[in-house]
């Protein structure tokens, strides 16, 4: 049979899953001698199955006699006895926190007759009586289901009636007018005495506990909080203390450090002469416990020590709950306390200095998301906000600047030094430049992998999008929400973490990497087997990268590089070149850009490896849109500007030619070096020359070449064969040795499908996890975010978004596949991810699972990608 | 060492490799005792040796002229000798056919000496002055690579100077001044003489043979017919025999049946008193064999003999080469004869009959693409045609009638049975009801796979896509080509085997299966081991796969349903629908139609199963495209039409909220479905209904019903619980028990790899090869085909468009793996392929291979893929 109830001196810490975590909290503390009101534990176990039969599990009252025997035993008081009563509460206690959704009864025991026995017993009538209207108010509301707010009315008429201001003015005689009205309104109310018999009111108090396990505030956080419905709580019955036993008792709640800052010492307050509902009640102000070393040294000494020695114990800063009566220190709840990611680190790393913990364990404490938060500027807490509208959280970061229009604009006035923030319906690779200066971007469409979104992010910009709300006149360079209008140049704050969006300028906090950060990373780089690089395309990114741990570059994407005003032009001539002759000599006017991009890079990442990915996306993307350019061409016949009509004529010859239905599927990557082989071939040209200068210079540049979008080995080799002699152009030309390997992304799920014979021919593998979570899915992701993801999320059809969180099922299959088939081929083979999911934890676990060498994320998740690798290290390390 | 040189009596026909076709078959012959001018083959090996190192193997030539030494004892003649000369052919023979391609020289062996010998020996100076000019010229342009055309004006010098009209009215004084003329040509043209020496002769030629391998006319064919360069050619050496001595000679080709329709009998033709080149040249008519029953009876009964051995000899239908030498026959050449697939059906079937072969052989002989030409209406091949212009053979069939413009006015008139083709610049969804009443489809743009090509293929109705030398002018309803212009009623003819597009009216042949090919394929039926259904969205096509022996419909879309012009308000109402009552309510116009669509189909495939896929495409494809609406709103806004210009608002609203970047990876199929539930719930009823109507009258309607797109395992169960209900609640209330089995296609790259967990759901598989080629290449057919598909196909990236044959290294893989896994989890799970790939030969092929229950193929393919199924078992049947 089991056993359904455990006194606490017979609990342990281990045992939450089954005495829940206050439950288990009292044991131990019970266990290692603190002072604690003794009580036992009703187990969750009891509650499932008072959940599963609708009634208590056979036994499970029997025990609780018992149990309250030895407790009466013990304290040598009784419940019920009308000379020495015994009062207990009854809490609930899940074995995860769920704080303030579970019930919880007070003073439980009092009666008529009790409550005089209390008020011998304590020399306190009053305070008796006190007690007495409480827990029937209490006991009405939590057990009997009656409004709160009906036993405040005739607590209000009472105080009405007798001139009293506040509680304490109620004498005697006005409570036992109370208690009798609050009895007469439990009769009305229900239909039903209230309960004298004291054993009555303990089985209903548990009963009520067990049925608040399924309120509706419960389950919804549970939900919320993705906790199994099939946990249950535990009751916990203990003997009551009273802080409201006149100045020398007291009671508090405080953290043994600062959960804010971390920093050490005791952090928290209290109040004299009241019980724990009244610091939540908020009646009175408390007091900060650093004031306790005044007013009660003694007590103050004793908690001192309570903390030092649960720390000890539980290896972590506790949240404890304390009452103090008449000079006695009671401990009522220690649990492990929540705390900022800011504080999380420090305690952690000073826990370490301490001997408390170890490394491996301070590094498994983080959790890198939220750890990824102190990486950028946040709006200042304690600020208080005028919230005009709520987007999406597209790129985390605060940021605040007068809001503008237009991209050229943008650039123009972030060049000078000011700070704007640029306000679009939605961003194109042709707004690039204006990003790039602003402080941030607001969009009014698009999602979390808008075009906004993405550039963003790469640059660790802060960008709030898809905020719909915000209804943009580029006309009237204005923007509303509502009623509220922001013309251009009003001042407006961002919070690319969070989606919203603020009326004017907002302090802000900077971010940074503390010295507690910096020797947890230090920490993670010696744990961790899986390397960690960045996606990185300019110089500035690279530097950034290295700055934050990236040993390499594992993606750097060369169209960015010609997205800049200066060069797009050449681009755009380029792709209109008619003749293979006209864009060779389009290519030519590219080739220094690139070179020096690429000489940039390279250098910044000295002595670590740069995967250079060679020109990826569709041609059209770098053309203007079809629509745009039949307007500007009607313009300019209107004009008869006769050349620049020519011009867009040829434009959108060539746009339409390029038109693509799913350009996603279309011609792009490879193909176009396939069909155009003299546009990689001019790629190639810059790098090898910028490595050559390099290595004059004395650098050791590491030249990775990647190809993009294969799917067919052929694919592969022709390039290969098209780079090698670039490269060996290149090393006649300088006479420099121009060393370096070629391999390709593994993106589209043939590559994956067919990584065996691919990796006779390349020497390394790239996952591009986004495009072979596209592809493997079909899904586009545009596409998919705007119209059905949100729903299958909401539906739980998934349980995550497969672009955020590396889908272990299918794409991981794929890359299992490829990494099985391609090392068989090429023992030696370097595979990395470069997707978005090289910065996401979960990811990142699977990474390592999968055996991959490294990661590439964007330069500012590089210090959550390091940590994580050490926790997946951590979590998986071999017996 | 290498033997390079084998006289005929020692070779065999399975030596074709080494001894090249022509070779073999000599020596054949003579092994069985025919009567085959003794010869010696030098084999592909020395050919080979001989282009690696550009000089004859050392050896080589020793063999030769023992062989040669052999020869001459055997014949009592000697090349060179004055007196009794020997002269020989010296002809290339390759492993594979290469007919024409390389070179021949005749009566080898003449000079100025040898041709007096000859002359006594014949009894015939003429003959052998003529002979002598003959041997001169071929040799000077074969193997001393001068102009025909040289020595042609020199023959017609003395014709005309002799006053001769044809070449026998030259003299032999004539012949002598014509050989002194070619020498003196010979002379002055390669600065040698003519060579006199015999065995020079034979060295030259031999080299000459050997050289014409890398000749550019026989490389473009090798390419062409996919002919490995390694093959090499054989050199045969043979002994002349002359059918130009005399009225008792001749010279002819025959089959051995005839290869237009394979009705038994010899066909060929002959000429008297001529060499092989004259039958060539065409100087003088051939008569028909039959003829020679009459003219020579002895050796027609002779041929008649050799015809009945060599094809019970070789098994197959022969073409022959034959000389008579004054009376005698001699076989010159035999080989498999070439012949359309009516006479390759009809001859394998009668060799059965005849014991010769068995009928897996017969199975084996057919080329399923060839035959596959039978099932459509061709094109007269006597017929002369005015061809105007070529366009991509998208849809086989050819097809006459009137040119109309617009599909309404070719549903009218084709609906009042008048002969229509539709010509457009491309074919919408909404042009269905127009492609249904046409005879055919002309369009200048699209390719193999745009609209218009599938949706013809699908209905077996001849298309020419792409022909882009047709400039149409829809306004003017005309179109051009070059200065050639069509106007509307004007009467074309369309070839869609072949791409051609005809002005006026061409007399065609009817498709049909005939009586042997109905053998052929019930034979292929009784051997396959894969079922062979069809896709089918009408009751007509379901009515025309049964006829062609479908054994059910593996894919029934159901949104070519909604595209009728009675249908699309309905369907577009239901788009428009802004809430769930509104949708519902549009829903229940189309139930009853739904209904009776599938009331019919499956009626018509009673008793087999038919598998209904529910709505798959996004939803903006049934309505009107953005920029036309825009127009129709401005006109409605002109002219004040208020309710059009709501319509139309409401439909540009739905629209641009629809469109997709990506339509190919976006809100369709089984996400359709999930969104909207109420679409699949009216289906699933609209089936179930019609289920219930044929169970009450006592047929047997198998119910398969298929949820497209499924890449999470929740999508299908979700769907599944949806149509479970409706299945329930579609029994209620009819009373019937109404069975059905529920399953997926399988057609992104996540669906296969998560088979397992799918098949644990779902009840059958179905592999939609078009969307999984799709997304595991990467690929957006559309764009691929458009842009750089072609380029990959010239370039040999790609050897076969994926979109055609079945990929097996990539999404074949795909495919393997899915079947064991769920096979694994379901051992019963029916697994087929609905793509176009189930009427492709070698994709059949692979789906036998990868243990597939059934392929599913258009209506028109059927037959084929009967046959290819049971060639795929033979071709792998187990030992």
Known sequence: MSRYVFPFEQGRASQRELLGGKGAGLSEMSFIGLPVPPGFTITTEACNRYQEMDRFPDGMMDEVWENLDLLEKKLSRNLGDPQKPLLVSVRSGAPISMPGMMD???????????VEGLAQLTHNRRFALDSYRRFIQMFGNVVMHMEHSRFERLLADVKQETGARQDPDLKETDLEELIVRYKTLV?????????????EQLEMAVKAVFDSWKNPRAIVYRRLNKIPETLGTAVNVQSMVFGNMGSTSATGVLFTRDPNTGVPGMYGEYLTNAQGEDVVAGIRTPKMIGEMAAEMPKTFQELTDVCRLLEKHYRDMQDIEFTVERETLFLLQTRTGKRTARASVKIAVDLVAEGVITRDEALLRQDPDQVARLLYRQIDPDAVLEVLAQGLPASPGAASGQVVFDADEAEERGNRGESVILVRPETTPDDIHGIVAAEGVLTSRGGMTSHAAIVARGMGKPAVTGCEAVRISLDGRKFMVGDVTVVENDVITIDGGTGRVVIGLVSTV??????????????????????????????EDAQAARDFGAHGVGLCRTEHMFMGQDRLPAMQNMILAETLAERQQALQKLLPMQQSDFYGILKAMDGYPVTIRLLDPPLHEFLPNIVDTEKALALAQREDRLEDAVHFEAILRRSRLLFEFNPMLGFRGVRLGIVYPEIYAMQAQAIFQAQADLVREGRHPVVEV????????????????????????????TGQHLPYKIGTMIEIPRAALTAGAIAESAEFFSFGTNDLTQTTFGFSRDDAESKFLPHYLAEKILTENPFMVLDREGVGRLIELAVHDGRKTRPDLRVG??????????SIEFCHLAGLDYVSASPYRVPIARLAAAQAYLKHQPA
């Open 104 to 114: 919880t009864v007070l003073n439980l025991g009092l009666n008529a007759e009790t």
């Open 187 to 199: 009769r009305t109310e229900t239909g039903r005495e209230f309960p004298e018999n004291t054993r």
């Open 510 to 539: 900077e971010p940074g990497l503390s010295e507690e950060f910096n020797t947890l990373l230090a920490w993670a780089d010696e744990t961790k087997t899986l390397g960690v690089e960045a996606n990185a395309d300019t110089p």
């Open 706 to 733: 990647m190809i993009p979008l294969v799917g067919i080995v052929e694919e592969f080799t022709r390039m290969r064969d098209l780079i090698h002699e670039v490269n060996e152009a290149a090393q006649e030309k």
């Open 833 to 842: 991810i470069c997707g978005e999911h090289g910065g996401d934890p979960s």
